[in-house]
């Protein structure tokens, strides 16, 4: 069965203090990988998301970034966090088949306070 | 414009009550997709159920219930016998046919959370 798993669970950084969390998924190939972003407020917002390896797209613009070295393997960076960046951020994947549709599969998310 | 309306933020029952998630969605695309995820405290989102908009059947999960109406564009879920585990927030979604730029694209509500008292 697959297994997506994210670190680290909690994290408190300073403001301008580098970012970087990262995500794998055990038990599948080639998965979509996606990262979500929940505020207060409990939106969820979809940051990015990749198809394949070094393929990333951007869904809103901001300080952080995403890279995909490997094929199960999913980073969220930052090089300099602010106080905005707080929030609860889940890494999720999908099958990577060509139809829409497909479920969306989340991690346990990680909590990061910027103070 | 909003794709997903959850309208009722925070809903309280006692133990063993019926209660109805109520989801609201909006779309131009005649295929579309439409999910519910549980958000437990611990934070993760669990998937409850997924349907596409060729299949109006209401289907039942044990306590769990979910009416898709087309006519309505409703999506509600309905948790019979409510328990104290069920306590958590309810996000509903929707997911558009693929157009490329929008793969992966989940439209959530804002969630309801449901307390249950014991």
């Known amino acids: 069965s697959q297994t997506i798993h994210q670190w680290p669970a909690t994290l408190v950084q300073p403001v301008g203090s580098p970012l970087s969390l990262e995500c794998t998924v055990e038990?599948?190939?080639?998965?979509?990988l996606y990262w979500y972003r929940q505020a207060a407020g409990r939106g969820l917002q979809l940051l990015f998301y990749?198809?394949?390896?070094?393929?990333i797209s951007s869904e809103v613009p901001q300080n952080l970034s995403a890279s995909r070295p490997q094929d199960r393997q999913f980073i969220l960076s930052s090089k300099k966090l602010l106080l905005s960046d707080s929030g609860f951020y889940l890494c999720a994947w999908s099958l990577r088949v060509s139809v829409s549709g497909n479920t969306i599969y989340f991690g346990e998310g990680s909590w990061l306070t910027v103070v | 414009a909003q794709k997903v309306t959850q309208a009722q933020t925070e809903i309280s029952v006692v133990e063993k009550e019926d209660v109805t998630l109520d989801c609201v969605y909006e779309?131009?695309?005649?295929?579309?997709?439409l999910f519910w995820y549980k958000q437990p405290p611990s934070g993760e989102l669990v998937f409850l159920i997924r349907r596409n908009s060729f299949d109006e059947q209401n289907e039942i999960s044990g306590r769990y219930s979910w009416n898709f109406q087309k006519s309505t564009s409703s999506f509600n879920f309905t948790i019979t016998a409510s328990q104290v585990v069920d306590s958590a927030v309810y996000f509903c979604a929707l997911s558009e046919a693929d157009r490329g730029s929008t793969l992966g694209r989940l439209y959530f509500g804002r969630g309801t959370q449901l307390t249950v008292w014991p």
């Open positions: 038990g599948t190939s080639n998965p979509n």
């Open positions: 779309t131009r695309d005649t295929t579309y997709y």
């Open positions: 990749s198809v394949g390896i070094g393929q």
